[in-house]
């Protein structure tokens, strides 16, 4: 569906009229879809060729250039409209936009490592080969070493709780007879919330799919950790950072989530 929309990158469109006039012209014939079509196109030339020669890639590049110089009035939008195309030029931009910030780039910003929480000390509180006859979730916090309403076990129940009632149901069937694997889970998913919010970054070369269309992110990225997808799998979800500074994500983009795996 996107395949009319490529007629609008050629830069004959652009030859002999200001960037205002073209723009302008651009936005009556075409819709935001379009626009984000373009966008699409760019990616997908970059991603083949590593350059953004590519007249889509021109084309948002000139876009961007009228959208940041002009007041929305001349180019027959609105306020809220230029915003929102902002947006995409955040995206989509060659050499400005976060799909094409390389791995150098990122590394130009500045900063100290933040610390991650520290694993909490192995101990044994059951005799083993005698059976455990209190509830799962004293057992779980007394693992833990936590208050019944917080700290560690606040946070792991609240997360087990509200998106894992599949592993609850596991955890509570095993706890009595397999007491040390039930305890290596509870504290498996600890670990993982300790990372929330912290900054880990892609791996190069793999393809990183995200929610929007036609982007996958390859080079080497910042995200920002911001829940579990899969605890077995060790998967978050995450933001792609627009700043950063060492573990910590100063601007995440508004819109941008991918899955980041280690």
Not at 26 to 37: E, K, P, Y
Not at 104 to 117: D, P, S
Not at 139 to 148: C, D, H, K, P
Request: with cysteine.
């Amino acid at each position: 569906m996107c395949q009319p929309a490529f007629d609008y990158c050629l830069g004959k469109d652009r030859v002999g009229v200001t960037g205002e006039y073209w723009a302008a012209g651009l936005f009556r014939a075409v819709s935001s879809d379009d626009i984000l079509c373009m966008g699409a196109f760019c990616v997908e030339t970059w991603l083949g060729d590593a350059t953004y020669t590519g007249e889509c890639c021109r084309a948002m590049e000139a876009l961007n250039t009228v959208l940041r110089s002009s007041p929305p009035q001349n180019l027959g939008i609105t306020e809220s409209q230029k915003l929102y195309y902002f947006t995409l030029m955040d995206i989509y931009t060659p050499q400005t936009g976060t799909v094409f910030h390389t791995a150098e780039w990122w590394h130009t910003l500045e900063g100290k490592e933040t610390a991650v929480a520290e694993v909490l000390p192995d101990f044994i509180f059951w005799e083993p080969g005698r059976p455990i006859d209190f509830p799962f979730w004293t057992f779980v916090r007394v693992a833990l070493g936590g208050e019944s309403g917080g700290g560690a076990y606040g946070l792991v129940r609240q997360e087990l709780q509200s998106n894992w009632a599949s592993l609850v149901t596991h955890l509570q069937s095993i706890y009595t007879t397999e007491p040390a694997k039930a305890i290596n889970q509870v504290k498996h998913v600890l670990d993982m919330l300790a990372r929330l919010n912290t900054v880990e970054w892609t791996i190069r070369g793999r393809a990183y799919p995200t929610n929007l269309a036609a982007v996958n992110i390859i080079d080497t990225t910042p995200v920002k950790l911001i829940g579990i997808a899969s605890i077995d799998k060790g998967c978050y979800h995450a933001q792609v950072c627009a700043q950063w500074s060492g573990k910590t994500c100063l601007t995440p983009h508004p819109t941008m989530l991918l899955t980041w795996c280690p």
